[in-house]
């Protein structure tokens, strides 16, 4: 997939140099580092702080003394079908 500068040259957005850019003189964009999950996210015009989230089976779960407990029983007889 390649796009355009906007100066006429193709840039690949994989980073990677063919024989058609080394003839035309281009240059490939240098390699980015992937996106984490820490990384903030623009969609559909919202920008997002990061995409962690707590799972809803977690929410039902809650933060006290007894959720890992809770979440054990919730899960046990599932695992063991």
């Known amino acids: 997939m390649d796009t ?3 100066k006429g040259t193709r840039t690949h957005v994989d980073g990677v140099r063919t024989h ?8 490939p964009a240098p390699p980015r ?14 920008r997002l702080r990061n995409r962690l ?13 007894d959720a890992v407990d ?3 029983d919730d899960l046990e007889p599932a695992a063991a079908a």
């Open 33 to 46: 580092r992937p996106p984490t999950l820490d990384d903030p996210l623009t969609f559909a015009g919202l």
């Open 70 to 72: 809770r979440l054990i």
């Open 20 to 27: 058609a850019d080394t003839e035309a003189g281009n240059e």
């Open 53 to 65: 989230y707590r799972a809803p089976l977690l929410e039902c779960a809650g933060n006290g003394d």
């Open 4 to 6: 355009a500068d906007g």
